[in-house]
């Protein structure tokens, strides 16, 4: 009994959009980016913490992003990696005594090699397999991390306690300021470099993959490589977030790395747009701020409001921020010719 | 030898409770071809409700029928006002949905009747069954149950009109549609009965497990397992599933010394993983050829 | 100006209305989240997530504070109760903190939940120097003046709790085979430590420790494994849940060992209730707070306070729900602390008078059981009594015991 699925007829999981349409415009771009340096200047301490966890999380949806619609992949197991790569710079900074910048590339490294290598039998799994080995790897890391025998290093179930770093040079700037400027400048650097690779020949070997993996390989696109590459890549972004993370907390313990974290970026990724990857820091926005709205306009029923909330924007758009942002464009390009 | 035996016999009983919810998740992936995290949620509101028309009198077989009829509106109801909407949405906009709808119906819950957890009845008792201590008459009687549903299940999908249209819009929607079939109100009537067969899982788990808003959190990444490990695509595998996925658990935490009880459901998940790498469509699933 | 008084023939309520106007002239000092007016309070709990069970507390509290503030405030300022949930999640515990502290600049941040969200603000709040006050988690580090002097506890600590279960196995079953449940997070392992300590040279009295997850939809079949042991006592370390599935199996299966439950666990509504009375004869457990089932307490003057502020402040509070009894005692903990403060309401001062307690004793404590701080000790209850369940309630024996610990 076997069934045949029409994989051409059928539409894909993830849908394709053109890799153009995945950035923003140069204009659009030093917009955003003058308000994202000025900002900091304007507020207070808080709400530069607020602004530093947006972008964070704003990463760690842009991996996500990465994998699924750079490659077609699906993840409910990016919690693991942010994880690993709190927990790598925590160790080191707290175990080591290395300095926290350094501490950043190490997380990225290790978790590229650990993405990479949980890549492997992700191959041979797509769909909801793929989603059920990602979840499991989401639920499985908690455990992991308080498990008796690496208590000397992760301090167990009762964490780590990580020490914030000053500003350097004698910076007349506040840790939060300094962090946030830090956390800007490698979020850039990723930004641009993710843009840069998807436009690269990888970058167009993994959305061949995402829109016909049969057909991309017919064209001779290492498959198995790519699609574990993008595993790796996409961990890798994970750990460096996850260890700024870290740094911005100033904790990690295991009950902060939870199946609710990979669930919250995952509706980050959602919200703002699958494969659209400004959308991220849209979507980063919504998992911070959206379930503060909520409780503030219920405490009893937060989760309810936040849920009617979450339901509103994807039967307003349900193509998430890049929907508004491509409305936006037609509006602005009718504008110009009136 | 004998440790064996009570570790297996253990595993079974705790199987039939991932085996009652792997069911629900295997009727939702037929109708919808998705996983609805939300399902553990809509079976604890089921049982809720169960649990309210008791306090206000009503007999525990009378409140059970009303619950499941309740249920499969409810469902029906859901998939119209809230998913309907979204079938020409994408997938994952789709997974986002149930994620809201978790939220929503955990908090309305917690709200109605409060987080600390409540006794819930059972129609079987609790005595040991046919004097072994190790499971009890309600386990039994669950076990039982569970079978009686995979049983109406294969009828109901082999030998009813209703239940081969449904099978036929859930593989292929165009086709179905070409006969003449009403693919859109398939996929609500697959809800209902989802919905259904979810309240029958909750009314059964919850004398096990205490009812409280947050009592299918760790049931439904069970049941989503089992329903994975079995094949998506079978019932019979969905059951089978549940059953192993507890006695592996159980037989890891017991004989892999150190680490094992600490990481009894990392070790089972990866060996679920391991299983679906060899067998991609689960043990008891149909393949699925790829045609270009 | 004494002397004047004392000579001068003014009515007593005149000389009264001097005094208090004049010292308070004298000395009304403020820090960032007090005024002549005002009081803010800070607070977060888990009204979301896998705990929310916990939110309870914080409904308590809040109900409180309204109570407080219709009766005319604290010295004449209203509360201002501001609480926001962390959903037990370390991270959102420090945006919520940090919102309370720089955004909302708050007096205090009183009875936070949970040791890992405790975990996670303590370094923030010992830097700001905001008290972190009476922490709502029983580890036993919060008891630690000399490095993190703005930090303070309020319950037993798991550690001290287990030591006296360890001292009473010793005294009454020597010969005791122990197996251990636990919870497999900070709570069972902190508990299991003190247990071990308590037992000193004689830990090998524990034949078998079984941890479980919280992820678990049940734990019978650790029961089941823990019967085969051949153990006669159970120490449970359990939550709630857990504790009430334990209760409920031991019965079926017909396990009757010696069984200790820890005091997290203890409530008779959210726990012994639906595990069914009749299951939980003779279980073991100590106390430091009165129950709100128990009929003994019916015309105790403290609860019938208690009971009162349920009926107006609270009707949809449950007094059998124990979260609800430990809510308005650490509210009331803390109103004494700002009565104590008058009109110096800085930081440093409330630290001073949290870490200045003389017997003091809330409604819902024991008989008995009283609080004592001082600048050395940072861990206001330390006493606790046994006690055993019968018929529908717990019956106390022995003496208050005081589980401190050697610091």
Redesign the interface.
Known sequence: MSAVEEVVTEAPAVEAVPKRAMTLGVGTSLVVLAALVLAPLFVKNFIIFQMTMLLIYGLAVLALNILTGGSGQFSLGQSAFYAVGAYTSAILMEHVGMNYALTLPIAGIICFGFGFLFGQPALRLSGVYLALATFALATAMPQLLKLGYFEHWTGGVQGLVVTKPDAPFGLPMSQDMWLYYFTLAITIGIYIASVNLLRSRSGRAFMAIRDNEIAASAMGVDVALYKTLAFGVSAGITGVAGGLGAIAVQFVAPDGYTITLAISLFLGMVVGGVGWLPGSIVGSAFIIFVPNIAEGISKGLSGAVFGVLLFLVIFLVPHGARQVAIVAQQMLGKLKKN | ME?FT??VL??I??GA?YACMALAVVMI?QAID??NFAQGEMAMFSTFMSWQMMQWGVPYWGAFILTLALSFIGGIAIERL?FK??A??????N???F??????V???A??IW??????YPTPFG???FLGS??I?THQAGMIGITLLMLVLLFVFFRFTRVGLAMRAAA?LP?SARLVGINTSWMIALGWGMAAAIGSVAGMM?AP???L????M???L??G??AA?LGG??SPFGAVMGGFLVGIFE?LV??YIP??G???K??IA??L???V??VK?AGLFG??????? | MLAILRTTAFPAAVVAFVFTSSSALAQKKYDTGATDTEIKIGHIVPYSGPASAYGVIGKTEEAYFKMINENGGINGRKIKFISYDDAYSPPKAVEQVRKLVESDEVLVVFNPLGTPSNSAIQKYLNAKKVPQLFVATGATKWNDPKHFPWTIGWQPSYQSEAQIYAKFLMKEKPDARIAVLYQNDDFGKDYLKGLKDGLGAKSSMIVTEESYETSEPTIDNHIVKLKTTGADVLVDISTPKFAAQTIKKMAEIEWKPMHILSNVSISVGSVIKPAGHENAQGILSAAYAKDGTDPQWDNDPGMKKFFAFLDKYYPEGDRLNSSVVYGYGAAQTLTRILELCGDDLTRANIMRQAANLKDYTPDTLLPGIKINTSSTDFAPIEQLQMMRFKGEKWDLFGDIISGELGH
């Open positions: 440790l009570n570790q253990a595993g009983a705790t409770i992936y998705h996983l809230l909407p979204l020409k949405a994408p997938v994952l906009t997974v986002a949905g994620i809201a709808l978790y939220a929503i955990n908090s309305v917690g709200l409060d987080f600390t957890i409540k006794q609790s005595s040991p201590q190790l009890s593989s165009e788990i096990v497990v205490f409280e808003p947050n009592m959190l760790g049931v990444i069970y989503f397992a994975v998506l695509t159980n935490g017991t150190g680490v009880n600490e990481l459901l990392p998940l990866a679920i993983i391991t679906l790498v991609p149909r393949p699925i050829v790829k045609r270009v």
